[in-house]
């Protein structure tokens, strides 16, 4: 009941206590109201452990942008690349087949028991390309870990696996070569290799040449070739058929062989790589695009546009939220 007098009216003293506790009903809403609104943009201005804001969303989506056009890039140029390394595989594999052929009729065989082993590995420089240097990696450390008794030396065209295994492996490192599959590989390059190898005054029992064999643009294989020695040439029976074959005459052949088969095997190195590296550039620029989050950014651009239209609704802020958890999802922040 209103404070009024017994006549039904309203004096001063009792309009002015109304007026006054009418006053204090409406600061309490007031008040009522400010805390609700506060309550209600607590979670926008305060971090929640899970949830990322709006600046780091679009940081990562930038960057996932940037990569996506990275990876675009290096996949046209591995392409480019690897178009003129099939040309130029085919012409380049008798070579290989020719040198190998003379030591499959002579039938040299290895002893594997004997104790100096000598492998040369064909690998590359740069990385992003499979699994091509990582078999090369695993197979030389297994290779250690299974002959464990023997001397072995280890020759890398590819600075792959000096890098990653230098440190562990530094004593069985003879030679090293950098500065590999940069530009297509010349006979002169696998000649200046053999020189060497034959040069160094190892002299080995057992030898074998490991390279990545291309088979198709998303195949190839790890594929040993024997390595036979100027001393387990010159022992080999079979020689006794072939007329002239002097110390000096062997020796030559034997550095003839030993770079054609080089550069055979590089060749089929460099196609390899490119192959291997414009599927994985391939794979990831796919991947980069199928990412969740670029496709939600389009729903977070329409709801940005009804903000700034002051058209903020009940529906915007329900498909603004739900936009926010899928990025969070998708990115995992």
Known sequence: MHPCCGDGLFHVPEIEALLAHASWVRDEHRS??????TALFVPTCTQVRGM?????????????KNVQKIT?????????????AERELKPSRPYGTGAAAFYDKVDIEQ???????LLVTIGSDRGLCGAMNSNINKLLKNYVKDNADKEIKFVTLGD????ALYKTHSEYFMMTYSNF??????????????????????EFDVGEIYFNEFKSVVSYNLRPLPLHSLESVSEADSLAVYDSL????????????????LYACMKETNCSEHSARMTAMDSATKNAGMIPGVNAIKSLQSVQVMEN?????????????????????????
């Open 32 to 37: 009522a109201a400010m805390l609700s609104r």
């Open 52 to 64: 990322a804001t709006l600046k780091e969303i679009r940081n990562r989506l930038k960057s996932v």
């Open 72 to 84: 675009q890039s290096m996949k046209m140029v591995s392409a480019a690349k690897y178009a003129r």
């Open 111 to 117: 002893d594997r028991e004997k104790p100096r082993h």
């Open 160 to 163: 792959k696996a000096r890098q």
């Open 181 to 202: 599959g940069r530009q297509p590989a010349t006979f002169s390059d696998a000649a200046e290799v053999a020189e060497a190898v034959i040069n160094s005054g190892y």
């Open 246 to 261: 002097d110390a000096e005459v062997i020796r030559s052949y034997q550095e003839y062989q030993l770079a054609s088969v």
């Open 309 to 333: 239209q002051s058209t903020r609704n009940h529906c915007s802020i329900v498909l603004y939220f739900s936009v926010i958890i899928q990025l969070n999802n998708a990115f995992e922040l």
